[in-house]
């Protein structure tokens, strides 16, 4: 029988592979009602592990597939997913990024609406965390602040503007802030409802920027696969349409060479050359692997929407939650605690990182 297990370039052992798969992703739409949370989880196991493990949770599994979602409906499932996920995550490497896509939204508020103005003016609002102690802030106090209404209607035209990039957008956009409350908050509405400032609208207009944070999750997930792998890896994923995005992504961080490192928080960084090598699709039916990055990926946006009140649903995600180690589980959610996020976030060349990755790898430029 003929070894098809690809080689590390870098010292002739056999090369980890990550399965990879996504859930939650609406493209630009943030606002979606349906799937307020997007994320992804890589893994590294193989296909023979896999198997054997969905043999032993699911012996009696008749579907071709082991699907998170369809085996989440039966109360009588969830011990078995528990179990399951208890393995995956104490006897492989691992990592689970979760968003709160409206809490990404209003962030991007900040980085667009808000930043280019103070960075006109010598204030860097990445340094510290303070863009992100900002957007939590808008994120948790606007509605109440700025009126529940006003909010709201501010958030969907900033989305508009995002995608639209034309005057009209724009102009709305300059609308709806102005008639929010904004002088409750015109630290964070000033630059539009005041002044209609032209390098935040400028920003928004910009060529190929979107409020697709399918870059981000990827970045998050790169950042510990980066860490976990001893040397060269490649990732696997399934070859939905969701994933192609995720796929061409993947691809140009791979291709690029430069030699270049940011700081992003206290434990991660981000360093180019990547050590990831190669990505690939695959039919998930075929699969054992991916479908347990399935299983991981669902399990955590299900316990999203329960601990918000969305979906009561699934698995207790107060059993669940217990089982991640620290490093096993990312999210982007609003948080008060500010003195905290600024230790984290101290130090973070964030800024410097959007520049170059904007210019270097995907062509456009702030």
């Not at 996504?22 to 196991?45: C, H, K, M, P, V």
């Not at 002088?183 to 409020?211: F, H, K, N, W």
């Not at 270049?260 to 050590?275: D, G, M, N, Q």
């Not at 399935?294 to 669940?320: C, H, K, S, Y």
Request: glycine residues 6%; contains cysteine; aromatic residues 8%.
């Amino acid at each position: 029988m003929v070894n098809t297990t690809p080689f590390s370039k870098m010292d002739d052992v056999p090369m980890t592979c990550f399965r990879i798969d996504e859930s939650g992703y609406t493209g630009f739409d943030l606002l979606n009602a349906d799937q307020r949370f997007q994320g992804a989880s890589a893994i590294a196991i193989d296909n023979d592990d896999a198997g054997r493990l969905i043999k032993e949770h699911f012996p009696r599994l008749q579907a071709t597939e082991l699907k998170y979602g369809a085996l989440s409906r039966r109360a009588s499932n969830h011990p078995r997913l528990l179990g399951l996920l208890k393995d995956l995550l104490s006897d492989f490497d691992c990592v689970t990024y979760v968003a709160d896509k409206r809490f990404m939204l209003t962030l991007m508020f900040v980085d667009y609406s808000v930043e280019p103005y103070c960075y006109e003016r010598g204030i860097n609002l990445y340094e510290n965390g303070q863009n992100y102690a900002m957007a939590s802030m808008l994120h948790m106090a606007g509605p109440t602040l700025l009126g529940k209404t006003e909010f709201a209607a501010l958030m969907d035209a900033f989305q508009r503007a995002m995608k639209e990039k034309n005057p009209q957008s724009l102009r709305k956009l300059v609308e709806a802030a102005r008639a929010a409350n904004w002088r409750e908050m015109p630290e964070v509405l000033g630059p539009l409802a005041q002044y209609a400032d032209r390098d935040c609208l400028s920003a928004i207009a910009t060529p190929g920027v979107s409020t697709d944070i399918a870059i981000v999750v990827l970045l998050s997930l790169i950042t510990r696969m980066e860490v976990m792998a001893e040397g060269v890896y490649r990732v696997e994923h399934d070859q939905s349409k969701n994933l192609s995005t995720y796929h061409n992504l993947l691809q140009r961080y791979i291709n690029h060479d430069e030699e270049v490192e940011f700081r992003a928080t206290e434990i991660t960084s981000l360093r180019f050359p990547l050590k990831l090598d190669e990505v690939t699709q695959v039919d998930s039916k075929s699969s054992p692997a991916v479908q347990l990055a399935d299983v991981m990926i669902g399990a955590a946006i299900e316990a999203g929407n329960a601990l918000t009140g969305l979906r009561p649903r699934g698995v207790d995600p107060e059993a669940l939650m217990p089982l991640y180690r620290e490093d096993q589980f990312i999210h982007m959610l609003p948080s008060i605690d500010f003195e905290e996020q600024r230790r984290f976030r101290s130090g973070s060349q964030n800024s410097q990182a959007i520049d170059y990755l904007a210019s270097n790898i995907f062509g456009k430029q702030r």
